[in-house]
């Protein structure tokens, strides 16, 4: 059965208790980001709540983790995408491997061909155990983290991002830097569990900041009902980011 989510807003987030994930709050995270989340967590105490510090110490591997499981993903599930079965089949192939390859080719753009690459490296033999069953291990060990904290906290605050958004294309060009801007939204992927991002206000220069929201698994409810009082407290959505 899935609740009244709409019914279950109007409650208030009095005596809640959120989490502030130490892993989350180190260097690289900027400062103005910081101080906007801060701010939001600061608006959550007004409302009643009650904030703590805590620990997700497995957390420093959950990109790592992430870059290995989800490319495994996409080469399996992408793997059907052969122009014959599914997708986009090249025209004019002078044969089999050749309509193949030029499907594949002209059909993926370049990160997802990356992820393909990668996934079915880490799946290949005399790889499988050594990245892809490793790295399940440890993602076993991020989802204990959360299910340990989730036993006493009703809901984790952390920024969507270590940096205020930047320009489109910006960082096309290195990869590395571009998933390094997953880093604070991965782990609820790995671990199951519901995420919202909301915004939480602007940078001096007008750029967007955004609070994250992380709950129980199927504790939607929680979240949502959070994050409406929060908007309700704050006016940041009628708010448009500067161009």
Not at 93 to 104: A, E, H, N, V
């Amino acid at each position: 059965a899935v609740p009244d989510y709409f019914a279950l807003l109007k409650d208030s987030v009095k005596g809640k208790v959120f989490g502030l994930p130490k892993e989350y709050f180190i260097e690289g995270l900027d400062p103005e980001v910081k101080q906007k989340v801060m701010d939001a967590v600061a608006v959550f105490e007004k409302l009643g709540a009650k904030i703590e510090q805590i620990s997700l110490p497995n957390t420093e591997y959950a990109i790592d983790v992430y870059y290995v499981v989800a490319p495994a993903e996409v080469s399996s599930n992408l793997a059907r995408f052969d122009g014959v079965q599914y997708g986009l089949r090249a025209k004019e192939p002078s044969g089999l491997i050749d309509m193949y390859c030029k499907t594949r080719g002209q059909g993926f753009g370049e990160e997802a061909k990356r992820r393909i690459i990668l996934g079915t490296f880490v799946l290949s033999h005399g790889y499988y155990d050594a990245y892809y069953l490793r790295a399940l291990k440890v993602r076993t060990l991020i989802k204990r983290d959360f299910d340990k904290v989730f036993k006493d906290f009703d809901c984790i605050v952390t920024p969507t991002s270590p940096t205020p958004a930047f320009k489109i294309g910006e960082k096309s060009s290195d990869p590395l830097k571009m998933y390094l801007s997953d880093i604070y939204t991965i782990s609820a992927n790995l671990a199951g569990i519901p995420a919202l991002s909301m915004p939480c206000g602007f940078t001096k220069c007008g750029l967007p900041v955004g609070l994250q929201l992380l709950g129980k698994a199927f504790d939607e409810k929680m979240i949502l009902r959070i994050a409406h009082a929060y908007e309700q407290s704050e006016g940041w959505r009628k708010i448009k980011p500067k161009l």
